[in-house]
């Protein structure tokens, strides 16, 4: 069995959890910035998320973080909504919302162009599709994005 990185690790102790209030994991990072390390968890529910939501989930899955101990070095537990111009990461995120305006960045430029804006058509085999202004498809390998985030969110997709 391959060896889990610390973050499918804090997903496995979490996920329980965070379904038990009802909650969907969307992302969790594990990263150092200037000193201190972040174990943060966004979340997300039909109908938005609130503060109440982020406190209930740390209080819930404090305790079994530290007895699990999946994270060597000290850091700081960070519980917090998407938000409304959410990353799409995974491939649920991707099928969730095609139909919807994004706006995705490139590793390198295409033509000089590193932004794009439009529509997410399609996402299948790593590919994001996405229609733009001009009408005009492209498609980009998501290996080759620095990201791809909603764009103009409407909050009715959040009810």
């Given at each position: 069995?391959?060896?889990?990185?610390?973050?499918?690790?804090?997903?496995?102790?979490?996920?329980?959890?965070?379904?038990?209030?009802?909650?969907?994991?969307?992302?969790?990072?594990?990263?150092?910035?200037?000193?201190?390390?972040?174990?943060?968890?966004?979340?997300?529910?039909?109908?938005?998320?609130?503060?109440?939501?982020?406190?209930?989930?740390?209080?819930?899955?404090?305790?079994?973080?530290?007895?699990?101990?999946?994270?060597?070095?000290?850091?700081?537990?960070?519980?917090?909504?998407?938000?409304?111009?959410?990353?799409?990461?995974?491939?649920?995120?991707?099928?969730?919302?095609?139909?919807?305006?994004?706006?995705?960045?490139?590793?390198?430029?295409?033509?000089?162009?590193?932004?794009?804006?439009?529509?997410?058509?399609?996402?299948?085999?790593?590919?994001?599709?996405?229609?733009?202004?001009?009408?005009k498809e492209m498609t980009f390998d998501k290996k080759e994005t620095n990201f791809v985030k909603l764009d103009d969110f409407d909050i009715k997709d959040f009810v």
């Amino acid at each position: 069995m391959a060896k889990q990185n610390t973050v499918q690790k804090v997903e496995e102790i979490v996920s329980p959890y965070a379904k038990e209030l009802s909650l969907e994991i969307w992302d969790i990072t594990f990263k150092k910035e200037g000193s201190e390390w972040y174990l943060r968890i966004f979340i997300d529910k039909k109908g938005g998320v609130s503060i109440d939501d982020c406190v209930d989930l740390t209080h819930a899955v404090s305790k079994p973080l530290d007895e699990a101990d999946p994270i060597a070095q000290n850091y700081i537990l960070e519980v917090s909504s998407p938000g409304v111009e959410r990353e799409l990461k995974r491939d649920e995120h991707f099928k969730r919302y095609i139909g919807s305006p994004v706006m995705l960045r490139t590793i390198r430029p295409i033509d000089g162009v590193r932004d794009f804006s439009g529509t997410l058509v399609s996402y299948e085999e790593k590919k994001i599709t996405l229609r733009l202004p001009d009408e005009k498809e492209m498609t980009f390998d998501k290996k080759e994005t620095n990201f791809v985030k909603l764009d103009d969110f409407d909050i009715k997709d959040f009810v």
